[in-house]
C-alpha cells in the first residue's frame, strides 16, 4: 500500500468515526434514516393523557420505543444533529393530519406558531443547542411556504434538576414556577381574558413522561394570554 492510499484510509476511518453512516432509528448501515423508519415516524400522531393535565390537547408521534426512542436518545445523548431533520419532517406530517383530522386550524384560518417546552440552559448547551428547537426549526420550513413561527418564548430558570428518575409529583415540583417566558408582556391586569387570536399554537417537545413540563409551560403561556391550541411530542413515555 502507498503512503497516499495509506492515508487515505485513515482518513475514511476517522471519517467513519466521526460520521458513523448508519440509521439512527434502528442501526441499519449505510444511512442516516433510513426508510423503515421513516415510515415508523410519519404516521397520524395519537392523543395522549399524561398524568400531569395539560390543559390542552396532547398527542405524540407514537410510543417511546423503537425509532421514535432511538431517534431522541441520539439527537439529544449522542449529539446528532442530522436526526432532527427526519424528527422535523414528522411533527411537520403531524401538524398536516391534526388539521386534516380538524383538531387544529388550517393555515387559511390561522398562522402556525411552534412554542418549544424549555430545557436546562446547561443541558442544552452540552448537547450543542436545543434539539427540540431545531426539530421545530425544521418542522417549519417543511411547512413552507406556510409561514410558521418559532419564537424562543419560554425558559427553564435555574434550579431544576435533570428530570430523570423522579417521580411524577417531584418532577412537578421540580418545574413549578421555574419556567418563564422571555419577550412577552404581560396581559393587562384588568381584562384576564385571553388575547383574541387568528393564530394557532402548539407546544412541541421530544418527550412526554408525566406532562410536567408541559403542564407548567401551559400554565405560563396561558397566563400571559397565549391561546394554546394543543401539546404536540415525538414520543409519550
Ligand atoms: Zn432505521
Redesign the pocket.
Known sequence: MSVGAGRLTNMRTLLDLVLPLE?A??G?PGEN??S??SRALYVPPVTVRPRVDPGVPCWALGTYSG?RRNGVIAMKERGRRSVARPLGRALAEAIGHLRDAGEIDPPELASLVLVCAPTRARAARARGGDPVLRCARIAAEELAPETVLVPELLRMSGGARDSVGLSAGQRQHNVAGRIEAVGVCRPRADTGRPRTSTHTVLLLDDVVTTGATLAESARVLVEFGIPLAGALVVASA
Do not use: A, Q, S
Request: aromatic share 22%; net charge neutral.
Open positions: 440509521c432509528g434502528c441499519v434514516w433510513c423503515w423508519c425509532p
